[in-house]
């Protein structure tokens, strides 16, 4: 059997505009359930020769997360990249993001990145999927702050990078399981 290979733009953005599928991959990598999901804006940059021909993918999603205390509506945005040239890029594009209001609510959603990484990390950390969550501190006491605010919410993010590079064939969580069709050893 021939499955299209997820790591080209075409067939990825194919797969993501099923709300379905996006609800489901999202989900499965915030480990957390998406109440509600829709397509913000998409954007596949052009032929960049400097970059050694590389389209970029980038993707927005307005979702609503079931939290701890009932909900809360973010807006996930969602990258993929294969050299590691585009840093600035991926941090322009951010920006943009941050200073846009959202249409309803007319103030900004708290943002949530996932970059998917054709590439290993210059530092070689071997982990596929690296989780980078923020915690409010003391900075006097150290001690963790469990209120959160709106304010701080809007001015930081959580991240997710896939490291595709190092997805591993041993799938031992529904997370890797999901992720496995990125697996390029399997193409």
């Known amino acids: 059997m021939l499955i299209a290979n997820p790591i080209y733009d075409v067939v990825f953005k194919y797969l993501l505009e099923d709300l379905e599928i996006a609800k489901g991959l999202l989900s499965e990598i915030l480990q957390t359930e998406i109440l509600h999901i829709a397509v913000e804006q998409q954007e596949t940059s052009a032929f960049k ?80 999927v690296i989780k980078v969550n923020r915690h409010y501190y003391d900075g006097i006491t150290n001690q963790e702050i469990k209120v959160h605010s709106n304010f701080i919410e809007q001015l930081s993010h959580d991240s997710y990078v896939i490291q595709i590079t190092n997805l591993q064939p ?18």
């Open 49 to 128: 020769e400097a970059y050694g021909g590389i389209q970029i993918l980038r993707m927005d999603f307005k979702a609503e997360i079931k939290t701890n205390t009932g909900s809360k509506k973010i807006l996930i945005e969602l990258q993929k990249g294969k050299y590691s040239l585009d840093i600035m890029r991926f941090r322009k594009y951010l920006g943009n993001n941050y200073s846009k209001p959202d249409a309803e609510n007319k103030e900004p959603l708290p943002i949530t990145t996932i970059y998917f990484l054709g590439f290993e990390l210059e530092e070689k950390i071997p982990n596929s």
């Open 170 to 187: 041993n799938l031992q969580t529904q997370l890797e399981e999901t992720l496995s069709i990125f697996q390029q050893n399997t193409k």
